[in-house]
């Protein structure tokens, strides 16, 4: 019913010219064609791998929720729109981190890419300090309301949820498949209470945090886990084949 989706971060890596040999080299692979799969690859190639790729979905990294002005830096939704990007990845723990991104703002991003047809990822998670006092859940639970705030209920199976703990984020520690699966679960259940059962049911959750080809399946067979946002290991093409055809 929830169709699996793999997606690559590139996050601040990878020169033009490497992204677009990337996406050669992946448009010559024979890919899963149950799977839905993109990558997250910075502003400046966008327009390029969009011209190149054949079934690679594009997403941006980030994005601003106003539609124009003196905000040096930025891009808008509307320019997204013209490159013909699929995808925002939106609250990375990174942006959160470093670029004091809020609850706030990534709920303001969501609505506009919503209203724009550039599909949102969400990310969410805990901390270690939080996971260690038990606190994992209200953290999560609050991000996934804030993020959610005023979203119509027609709009909501459009959204990606990503479960990112952020101690399993660049570490090599994996959270196990049965801790990923329990918080997407909690996830699911927390829209479950925010709007109803089939549409909760309808929302794609990934989970990421050194997702690799090793670990892939076992965590893709968990029954609330739809797809993986992978980071580091999304930027080999031969690792990035492999965690699509899990
Ligand atoms: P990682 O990054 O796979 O390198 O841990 C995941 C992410 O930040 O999306």
Partial sequence: MRKPFICGNWKMNKTIAEGLDFIEKVNLEKLNEGVEYAVAA?????QKLKEKSKNIK?????????????????????MLKEIGVDYVIIGHSERRQYFAETDETVNKKVLKALEYKIYPIVCVGETLE????????????????????????QDLSNIVIAYEPIWAI????????????DMCAFIRKTIEALFDKDVADLVRIQYGGSVKPDNV??????????????????????????????
Avoid: C, W
């Avoid at 910075?42 to 966008?46: D, E, K, T």
């Fill in 217 to 246: 399946s076992d965590i893709m067979s968990k029954n609330d886990i739809d797809g993986a946002l992978v980071g580091g290991a999304s930027l080999v093409s031969t690792d990035f084949v492999k965690l699509v055809n899990f």
């Fill in 130 to 153: 939080e996971r260690e006092s038990n606190k994992a859940k209200d953290v999560v639970e609050i991000q996934v309301k804030k993020a959610l705030e005023n979203v119509a209920k």
């Fill in 42 to 46: 910075p502003f400046v190639m966008l």
């Fill in 170 to 181: 660049g570490t090599g520690k994996t959270a196990s498949s049965d801790d990923a699966q």
């Fill in 58 to 78: 594009i997403a941006a990294q980030n994005v601003h929720y106003e539609k124009s002005g003196a905000y040096t830096g930025e891009v808008s939704f509307d």
